[in-house]
């Protein structure tokens, strides 16, 4: 009876050295040593290894309801840490660095259902600089889009499934600027024309699958100048293009696939 009630003293004795050896402040008042941290529930919010109140190799952080949300390795200085985030199924959602708060350099984004790479983006103090890359399921991609101080600016690309180009444009500081062209998959020219100031302007060609020109509006700040001809190109676009019956789907990021100028095509009863 003597060594059962030694042997629990000792335990107790042992869980409260182990409470006292974490979440401990130094004489300066800064983290240091092992810490865990509890939401109101209970549940743990952090744990992470503290040094002079900045975190040091690895910190793992949950949800409310107990979930790993994010996998964080730091280096020495604590200032930069390789981030690892994931969904509620456990499958990794992002990966990338930060560099105190703020993201840096390139960023990965997966799939919650498959695991595939979805799009890529690279980052500059908290900014996204360079090109973005989005990708089919397939791995082939599927998008391009140059950023500068977080806005677009520069060529965007866009890609058939097979890999082929599907549509050319330029931005500059967000708004569309300059020669934009769409393409079937087999690269015959489908559409194009000019953007100034996010608006469509001058001559706009349209073409069929075999190359041969349908049509040419001419824009002014995205009005055509002819409406009752930008109307009977509009309504044959969708007869050729769309079944009688089937709902159109626009893209607002893709003012040109279909038609310029800032209005969207309105099927007649």
Not at 31 to 42: D, F, L, S
Request: proline share 5%; charged share 30%; hydrophobic share 30%.
């Amino acid at each position: 009876m003597k060594r059962r009630i030694g042997w629990i003293v000792g335990c107790l004795l042992a869980g409260g050295l182990g409470l006292q050896a974490q979440n401990r402040l130094d004489e300066q008042g800064r983290k240091t040593g092992a810490w865990v941290v509890e939401y109101p529930n209970g549940k743990t919010r952090y744990t992470a290894t503290f040094r002079e109140g900045r975190p040091v190799g690895e910190m793992l952080r949950y949800d409310e309801k107990g979930a790993l949300q994010a996998r964080m390795m730091f280096g020495e200085d604590g200032t930069r840490n390789y981030t690892h985030m994931y969904y509620r199924n456990k499958q990794t959602a992002a990966e990338g660095w930060y560099v105190g708060q703020e993201k840096d350099s390139v960023w990965t984004y997966y799939s919650e259902f498959d695991g595939s790479v979805r799009f890529r983006e690279p980052y500059i103090a908290g900014k996204r600089w360079g090109t973005v890359v989005h990708y089919f399921q397939s791995g082939l991609v599927s998008e391009e889009l140059d950023y500068a101080e977080d806005v677009r600016h520069g060529t965007w690309r866009q890609y058939h499934t097979d890999g082929s180009l599907r549509l050319t444009g330029h931005y500059d500081r967000d708004r569309l600027d300059g020669p934009y062209a769409v393409y079937y998959p087999d690269s015959t020219l489908k559409v194009e024309g000019q953007y100034l100031g996010d608006k469509a302007h001058g001559q706009w060609r349209y073409y069929d699958e075999d190359g041969t020109e349908l049509y040419t509006i001419e824009f002014r700040e995205g009005n055509a100048t002819d409406q009752k001809r930008y109307l009977e190109m509009m309504q044959d676009s969708l007869d050729r293009m769309i079944p009688p019956g089937e709902p159109l789907e626009t893209t607002p990021d893709d003012p040109g696939s279909f038609l310029p100028g800032g209005m969207p095509p309105v099927r007649k009863p």
